[in-house]
């Protein structure tokens, strides 16, 4: 479906977590607007109709049906990707879903044959390997200008495993853990860097937390076709943090306060019961009583990022930065600037509008897509099994 105008319309399924990070961007860029949602949750609902008076519907099957829709975001969670994008396309709607794309390839599957067969285009994000920064390495890359890539390390020490959860998001199987939702970050940008196809995986999980049932760390040895190789860690247990190696910018772009160290577990460790986690994670969602509206201001300090990165290739190392690219070359040292514009993760709504409104065919589409799942999946498959895992569709 075209839209009638240049203004791209979204209908929004979920109104969570994904959602409330996505919403600064559907906020401050006038290039889409925000026309209506779906949500189980009473309390959200009532907060998007009085933030953007659009019409809200309990059911994913009435949103997609609502004819001022032209693109779907689905932000539901993981485990409803597949069904909610083939309610999308089935409706004639274009769809933009959130990471990572499915929790099987026959859940890809389904989703890029329900999409084609629709003639929509299915885009997958926000990954950060939308970021401004890789892809600028991406192209310094692609210009052979520093040889063919070699190596690339990737780390991110984070608190992601003590942040409020809902039961599920602490079960791997319902795709809770720091595979499903963190390495598809990783997983997405060294692919877009190294440039060539991912052959094979070996990689270990931490889970070393009784309390918290799931991988929180994972350490992983990607080979590329023609020798590249990277490797890329990530350990979500809330001590050492990589963003202090980013200049203390944090993943979103913002200044961050050290001195804030510790606060995940020691919120943490105030709560009594899974069920009180959940209504705790509840209650700072999208509507919920101590939900806090995003600040959307004129400019953003920074562009968002994944943690430290270094592209290794015959002639330079690379170093994507919140505020631009280091570049190490075989005699001098140069730094480029970037300058982040006035939206955060514009270049999302950069991508979805090529692909809607010229038709051109986008970078982080379901067949990209696929390729991260495959290897998120292979990455839980070798550590079970002890060995290499190869790959077919990346």
């Known amino acids: 479906m075209t839209p009638h105008t240049t203004e791209l319309r979204i209908g929004v399924i ?8 996505m919403l600064p961007t559907f906020i401050a860029d006038s290039r889409v607007r925000l026309v ?12 998007f109709l009085a933030d953007f008076g659009g019409p ?3 059911e994913a099957e009435d949103l997609v049906r609502d004819e001022t829709v032209d693109v779907v975001y689905v932000a539901s969670p993981h485990q409803l990707h597949r069904q909610h994008t083939v309610l999308a396309a089935a409706a004639g709607k274009h769809v933009l879903v959130e990471k990572p794309m499915a929790l099987s390839l026959a859940d890809c599957d389904a989703m890029i044959q329900a999409c084609r067969a629709a003639g929509v285009h299915l885009i997958v994000g926000h990954c950060h390997s939308f970021d401004t920064p890789y892809l600028y390495v991406r ?3 692609a210009s052979g200008r520093f040889g063919r890539v070699t190596m690339i390390q990737a780390q991110n020490f984070t608190d992601y495993l003590y942040r409020p959860r809902r039961p599920e998001e602490l079960i791997t199987a319902e795709g809770g853990g720091a595979v499903f939702s963190q390495a598809a970050h990783q997983v997405d940008i060294v692919r877009l860097l190294a440039g060539r196809r991912l052959a094979r995986v070996r990689c270990a999980l931490g889970n070393w937390d009784p309390d918290r049932p799931t991988q929180g760390a994972y350490s992983a040895l990607f080979m590329f076709d023609g020798g590249a190789y990277a490797s890329i860690s990530y350990n979500g247990h809330g001590h050492f943090d990589t963003d202090e190696w980013m200049g ?6 913002a200044t961050k306060d050290p001195k804030a160290y510790g606060s995940a577990r020691r919120r943490l460790h105030a709560i009594q019961s899974s069920a009180e986690e959940a209504r705790l994670k509840a209650a700072g969602t999208y509507g919920g009583p101590d939900y806090v509206p995003p600040s959307v201001t004129q400019e953003h300090r920074a562009f968002q990022h994944f943690g430290p990165i270094v592209v290794s290739c ?8 919140p505020d631009g690219v280091h570049v190490y070359a075989d005699e001098q040292h140069t730094f480029i600037p970037l300058a982040a514009g006035p939206v955060p993760r514009v270049e999302v709504i950069d991508e979805l509008r ?6 051109c065919p986008p970078l982080h589409s379901g067949i990209w897509a696929k390729g991260t799942t495959e290897t998120c999946l292979a990455m839980l498959e070798s550590d079970s099994a002890g060995q290499d895992i190869a790959l077919r569709y990346t």
């Open 248 to 253: 203390w910018i944090g993943e979103m772009g």
């Open 36 to 47: 209506a949602a779906s949500d189980p949750r009473e309390a959200a609902r009532r907060q």
């Open 14 to 21: 979920g109104l969570g977590r994904a959602f409330s990070l």
């Open 354 to 359: 090529r692909a809607v409104l010229d038709d």
């Open 56 to 58: 809200v519907y309990a």
């Open 314 to 321: 015959e002639h330079a190392d690379l170093r994507p930065m």
């Open 139 to 141: 192209d310094l890359v």
